[in-house]
C-alpha cells in the first residue's frame, strides 16, 4: 500500500541573526495509512518545524514530501484538502460559541450549510462538547478548549490527523479523557495519527511508531516495546548477605545468559550487605532464576527488584537527556513565570 506519507530528505533551514539554524535535516519516512505514530524528541528538535512542512505551512529548503498522495511544496492545497492539522496553540477563537465556530470553520472548508450543520453536530457529539456547544472558548477548561480545537481540525473530515502535543498542559484526567476521544476517533473514521508529544507514557501506551528526533534527525524509528527492549533492558536489585564476589558472578553469568547489551554488574556496600544492579533481557524469567542460583551459592538475598523500562530511559540513551526532567522544569518555569506576571485588573487568569 502507498504510504500516506512519504519524505526523502527532508531539510528546513531558518536564518536567524545571520546564522542558519538547521531545524530539520534529512527527514526520510514512510507512514502508512491508518497508523498511529508518536513524533518524540526535547525540547528544539524539529518536531513542529517537521509538522509544518507537511502541513504545507512551511516550505521545505530541500527534499521532498508528500501526504496523501500530493507534493507538500507544489500542491499544497491538494494537501490541505485532505488534512487535519492540530497545532500547539488553542486554534479556537475566544469570543465566538464553539457550535459557531465549527460552523464558519465548514463554511471556510467550502461544505455547504447542511453538511456543515451536519457535520457540527455530529463532531459535538463525539467530542462530547453538547454541554459547552453554546458557551464561548475563553470559558472552558483546558481539556473542554482542546477537544473544542479537536473538533475544528475535524471538520474537514480528514484522513490524516496531525496533532501537535494535544495533550500538554493537561491535567492527567483531561489527557485520558481526550486520549479516550481521539482514539474513538480513530475506531469510528479509520484515520491516519500522527503527533507530537512530550508525555512518554501517551506514546508507550498509544502509539504503534515511535520515532525519537534529536537535533533535526531522526535517531531511533521502531515500535516502543522494541526500543525498550533494544536501547534500554530491564534492571535488577538484589541485595546478598554474603560472599559479594561469587553473587557478583552469578549476576553476570546470568546477564550475559540473557543476551543483555551490557551485562557488567555494579556492586556497591550496603551496611553488612552489598547492592548489586545489572541489565538483562526478559527480567522476569531471569530473576527467579537469579533468586535460586544466589540461594544454592550461600548468599542469602535479602531484597530483589525488578524495574522494566520506561521510553524515558530510551531517551536517556538515545539523548542523554532526560525527557521528564525536561518536562518538569519547564512547567516549573511556567508556573514561576505565571506567579510573577501581572495579570491585568479584571483580566480572566
Ligand atoms: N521561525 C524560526 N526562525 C528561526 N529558528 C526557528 C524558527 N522556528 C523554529 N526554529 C528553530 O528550529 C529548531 C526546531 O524547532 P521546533 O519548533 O521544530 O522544535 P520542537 O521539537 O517542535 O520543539 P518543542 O518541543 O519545544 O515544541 C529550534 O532550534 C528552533 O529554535
Known sequence: MTPIIRTEGLRKEFSSKGQ???????????????S???????????????LRMLTTLLEPTSGTASVCGFD???????????????????????????????????????????EARRRTEELIDLLDLGEVANRNTITLSGGQRRRADIAL??????????????????DPQSRANLWEHILNLRKQHGMTLFLTTHYLDEADQFAERVMVVDHGKVIADDTAARLKATLAGDRITVTVDGDAVTATDIVRRLAVDSGAANPEPTA?????????????????????????????????VRTADLDQPTL???FLTLTGRSLREENQAAEDSEAGAESAAPSPAGAPR
Open 36 to 50: 498511529l505514530t508518536a513524533f518524540l524528541g526535547p525540547n528544539g528538535a524539529g518536531k513542529s518545524t517537521s
Open 72 to 114: 507538500v511544496a507544489r500542491q499544497p492545497a491538494e494537501v490541505r484538502a485532505r488534512i487535519g492539522y492540530i497545532g500547539q496553540k488553542n486554534g479556537a477563537g475566544h469570543y465566538q460559541r464553539i457550535r459557531d465556530e465549527l460552523l464558519s470553520q465548514g463554511a471556510m472548508y467550502g461544505l455547504g450549510r447542511t
Open 312 to 314: 524515558d530511559d530510551v
Open 20 to 34: 542558519t539554524v538547521v531545524a530539520v535535516e534529512n527527514l526520510t519516512m514512510d507512514i502508512a495509512a491508518g
Open 268 to 300: 556497591t556496600p550496603d551496611g553488612e550487605a552489598t547492592r548489586i544492579v545489572v541489565a538483562v533481557n526478559g527480567g522476569e524469567h531471569v530473576l527467579p532464576r537469579l533468586i535460586r542460583e544466589l540461594d544454592a551459592a550461600g548468599s542469602e
Open 153 to 170: 481540525g475535524l471538520i474537514p473530515a480528514p484522513s490524516l490527523l496531525f496533532l501537535d502535543e494535544p495533550t500538554t498542559g493537561l
